[in-house]
């Protein structure tokens, strides 16, 4: 059974930085893109951040460029998301997700994490 576990949200001030982890089990992580989505009270589910399987290419929503990151390490079955620079309106729960390539639509993955809760106070 697939299972992803996300971990790293909380309350920041406006200016800060939090990591995001996804650690993931029950299938061969090396082999799957992977990718970081959000969801805003009242909002629709919106692509955050997508990497490779390799790691070699990863993708950002216009609206993180230049402030977060995703890179992902396979020997440990984790990947991450390194949000600087937060804003009040990176408030939202955030998801990690796999499946078989990049995509910015949800529907191209497979598997869902819970969720962890980001908060960034102005």
């Known amino acids: 059974q697939v299972q992803l576990v996300e971990s790293g949200g909380g309350l920041v001030q406006a200016g800060g930085s939090l990591r995001l982890s996804c650690v993931a089990s029950?299938?061969?992580?090396?082999?799957?893109?992977m990718a970081w989505f959000r969801q805003a009270p009242g909002k629709e589910r919106e692509f955050v951040s997508a990497?490779?399987?390799?790691?070699?290419?990863?993708y950002h929503a216009d609206s993180v460029k230049g402030r977060f990151t995703i890179s992902r390490d396979n020997a440990k079955n984790t990947v991450y998301l390194q949000m600087n620079s937060l804003k009040p309106e990176d408030t939202a729960v955030y998801y990690c997700?796999?499946?078989?390539?990049?995509?910015?639509?949800?529907?191209?993955?497979?598997?869902w994490g819970r969720g962890t809760q980001v908060t960034v106070s102005s």
């Open positions: 997700a796999d499946g078989p390539s990049g995509s910015y639509s949800s529907t191209a993955y497979d598997y």
């Open positions: 990497i490779s399987w390799s790691g070699g290419i990863t």
């Open positions: 029950g299938r061969t992580f090396s082999t799957y893109t």
